[in-house]
Structure formats: structure tokens, C-alpha cells
């Protein structure tokens, strides 16, 4: 994406609210790490905010992470506490997020079809991996 000069913009909306942790939660990625003129290409592949507002109000998404430009692997380390765990899901986990273009969503196996309905694709589930460092 070719830009005539360099800007930063920071906008803050909504409210910090305290959420229970729900035991349980089962994490996938919706939506697709993407950056630059892929933004502007693959739209439909963007988390829908519509959507995720939904399915938290119905109550099928008890939790959600945004993807940044860490990618997913470093913001599943974040939201865990666990720096060393590694995970796979059917895309690539260190890729830039850029501007938020997919999130984490923490769902309950009771209310994954729920969610699907709602969310739809892309939704892709995360599966820690064991990891052996020598």
C-alpha cells in the first residue's frame, strides 16, 4: 500500500469491563491476518465486528483477543501467560494481523455450532502442539 507522507491515528472506543473466566474455552481464529493493499482485496476475510458483537450478545463467544501485528501465535502466548506454548491452525500463525483484521474468540464446545452459524467462516480452531526444545 503506497502512501504520500507517514500519519498515526490511535482511536479508543468502548468500555473495559471485568469478564469471569469461563473454564473450558476452546480458542479459534476468526478471521484472516492480513496487511496492506490484502485489506483492501480479501474484505471478506476481515473479522466482521457485526458478527462479534452478535455472537457475544447470544452468548456462544465468551472471549475475544485481538490479532495485531504480533501475529496469532505471539497473542495466544499473551492471552494464556504461557511465553513458550506453540500451536497450529489452518493458517499461518506469524503472520501480521496489520490492523486487526482477525481475532481470537474463546468458545465453548456446547456453543461452537452456535457460533458458526453466527461467525461463520472464517473460524479456525487453535490446537496447542507439544513442543520439545533441546
Not at 70 to 85: C, H, N, Q, S, W
Not at 86 to 94: F, L, P, R, S, Y
Not at 102 to 126: C, M, S, W, Y
Request: with cysteine.
Amino acid at each position: 500500500m503506497e502512501l504520500i507522507q507517514s500519519a498515526v491515528a490511535i482511536t479508543m472506543i468502548g468500555k473495559k469491563r471485568e469478564v469471569p473466566v469461563t473454564p473450558n474455552l476452546e480458542w479459534y481464529v476468526y478471521g484472516t491476518p492480513l496487511v496492506g493493499n490484502e485489506v483492501l482485496e480479501r474484505s471478506d476475510e476481515i473479522a466482521s465486528l457485526g458478527f462479534i458483537r452478535e455472537a457475544m450478545e447470544n452468548g456462544c463467544v465468551r472471549q475475544i483477543w485481538p490479532v495485531g501485528s504480533t501475529g496469532i501465535l505471539a497473542e495466544y502466548r499473551k492471552l494464556t501467560g504461557e511465553p513458550d506454548v506453540e500451536i497450529v491452525a489452518d493458517i499461518n500463525v506469524t503472520a501480521s494481523a496489520g490492523p486487526a483484521t482477525a481475532v481470537l474468540v474463546g468458545i465453548t464446545e456446547d456453543d461452537i455450532e452456535q457460533a458458526l452459524r453466527i461467525l461463520g467462516d472464517p473460524l479456525r480452531k487453535i490446537v496447542k502442539t507439544d513442543s520439545f526444545r533441546g
